[in-house]
């Protein structure tokens, strides 16, 4: 895809900036890959596995006949989780740690389909194709995730109903069982009390190494070592891993075990497929691959006759080189280029280390955060030259909007009675035409998604003096439903396309207006 695309722009950095500069919070959360977060690591409890178990549960209601069930977050439902199919509390856990990762763009249910990919990358697995775009429930889906005490044909009808061949299921279950355990809190008959004081929550594990992606799961099992509570329980109705793997003789489960490549590349593919299991309707995106050169937080705001421009770019796939020289250039209404030098602003890992990026500021003075734009000439896209090469989106350039933007004639009321009443001011640069300009404020509707509340503002009721560069669009404070607290960015029709500023601008930080 091209920058700027607000929706894969957001999915991309979740997925790949990871830890440094400007990273996003999912991988915090597993590093290291023991960490749990409701309690010791004593416990044999992870997140890794908790998250894992989560997407497949909630993967697991699809219906691949009339269309119904999938990812859809529908797990984050009391009522969901209070089957006995789920039981557990991985579920509250996932979704208490996942759910503030969630965005306008990047729904609950591709938050758990991220945490996963992350998990998995991270802890040891494979690379795993990730695509957004899932929608998510606004109520519980039917009943159907498979549980240990049903027999071998149920097994294989319920994941044939989730798009999954018998030998798929034994990869997908080899796959997830790489990671976690069963406790003896949730299933008391299939495990004993351990007393053991690296697993304080009584988990029997699956496999000797429970927070890392490897085919242990599989050699285990095959070299007769294995202490999967689903394959050696001592209760043998409970054994569903063991009637899944030895149920076509063997064969894939000896294969995952005679290759860790095989077992990873076959993962990688069950994997996408099992978080790429949506609603019908649902339409994924593009699978979200980085971008070699992104701009990023791209800000304008008006003051005076000055347009005060602020960012970052992101090359990626490189490392912090103090040789380096990164311009940026812009080109303004009127066809001319104007150039500056970028500062270096830190470096971001991803992947396990696999990758690193490289992040450069557009303003090198600490005291001054801006570059200052003529407002008259403005400004309509930009590109960079790294040691003298153009980097310029394979010619296209980086589109820059300064057609609506914050303006810093907003103001508070003043100590004196009479005066303004104070006003968050958008200006509208002339020849723009927008249907609406509005302010954008971040919610959540009633089942928890998150949605954007749009506060219209009306436009200016005489029209702009003839050589006025910017017309301000004006929403008093008094009466208004603005809260001097919340954080609102600028949003704008302009034929039929919307768009939104980066930028956000709390009221409480407004200057008083001059009398
Ligand atoms: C017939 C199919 C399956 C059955 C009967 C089954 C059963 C179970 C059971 C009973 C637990 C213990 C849960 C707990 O104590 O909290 C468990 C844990 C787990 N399952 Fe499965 N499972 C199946 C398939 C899968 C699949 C396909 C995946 C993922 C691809 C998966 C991923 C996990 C993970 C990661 C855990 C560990 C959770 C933790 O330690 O917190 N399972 N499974």
Not at 95 to 107: D, K, M, P
Not at 241 to 256: H, P, Y
Not at 459 to 467: C, G, Q, S
Request: with cysteine; hydrophobic share 40%.
């Amino acid at each position: 895809y091209s920058w700027p695309s607000p929706q894969l722009d957001a999915l991309e950095s979740a997925r790949f900036d990871q830890f440094g500069h400007n990273s996003h919070g999912i991988a915090s959360f597993i590093e290291p890959c023991n960490l749990f977060l409701f309690g010791p690591n004593s416990t044999g409890r992870a997140n890794v596995a908790d998250w894992i178990r989560t997407v497949y549960h909630d993967m697991a209601t699809h219906n691949a006949t009339d269309g119904t069930g999938g990812m859809d977050a529908s797990i984050r439902f009391a009522e969901e989780q209070a089957r006995t199919e789920d039981a557990g509390n991985g579920f509250g856990h996932t979704i208490a740690t996942l759910f503030t990762q969630s965005s306008r763009y990047i729904s609950i249910a591709d938050v758990l389909a991220l945490g996963a990919v992350i998990a998995i990358e991270n802890c040891g697995g494979p690379e795993i194709a990730f695509r957004g775009g899932r929608v998510d429930a606004v109520a519980s889906n039917n009943p159907g995730v498979p549980e240990p005490q049903q027999d071998l044909e149920s097994h294989i009808a319920s994941f044939a109903r989730q798009g999954f061949s018998q030998v798929e299921m034994i990869g997908l279950v080899a796959c997830g069982h790489t990671f976690g355990g069963v406790q003896h809190t949730f299933f008391p008959d299939i495990v004993p009390e351990l007393n053991d004081p690296y697993s304080t929550e009584d988990v029997a594990h699956f496999d000797s190494t429970f927070v890392t992606f490897d085919n242990n799961i599989a050699t285990e099992y095959i070299c007769g070592t294995t202490t999967n509570p689903l394959v050696v329980g001592f209760n043998d109705t409970t054994n569903s891993d063991k009637r899944i793997f030895e149920s076509d003789g063997n064969v894939t489960m000896l294969s995952f075990a005679n290759s860790p490549g095989l077992f990873a590349s076959t993962c990688a593919d069950l994997f996408a497929r099992m978080l790429n299991t949506v609603p019908a309707g649902v339409k994924l995106t593009e699978i979200i691959r980085p971008l070699l050169v992104k701009p990023f937080n791209v800000q304008l705001i008006l003051s005076g006759n000055t347009l005060k421009f602020s960012g970052e770019v992101r090359f990626w796939d490189t490392t912090e080189d103090p040789t380096r020289t990164v311009r940026l250039l812009w080109e303004d209404h009127v066809g001319r280029i104007h150039n500056g030098t970028l500062g270096f602003s830190g470096v971001s890992t991803s992947t396990a280390g696999r990758y690193s990026a490289a992040w450069y500021s557009f303003n090198t003075n600490e005291q001054n955060p801006f570059l200052s734009i003529d407002a008259a000439a403005g400004i309509k896209s930009i590109r960079f030259t790294v040691n003298g090469k153009l980097e310029d989106q394979g010619g296209i350039g980086f589109a820059v909007q300064d057609g609506v933007v914050f303006s810093k004639t907003s103001c508070t009321a003043s100590a004196d009675a009479d005066a303004d009443p104070g006003h968050f001011d958008v200006a509208v640069r002339n020849g723009v035409h927008p249907t609406r300009v509005y302010l954008e404020q971040k919610s959540l509707d009633s089942v928890q998604r998150p949605i954007i509340i749009e506060i219209d503002i009306a436009p200016p009721v005489k029209p702009p003096p003839a050589n006025a560069v910017y017309s301000i669009w004006r929403l008093p404070l008094n009466g208004s439903v603005l809260n001097a607290f919340l954080p609102y960015t600028i949003g704008a029709e302009i034929d039929g396309v919307k768009y939104s500023t980066n930028d956000e601008h709390m009221v409480i930080d407004f200057p008083p207006c001059k009398g």
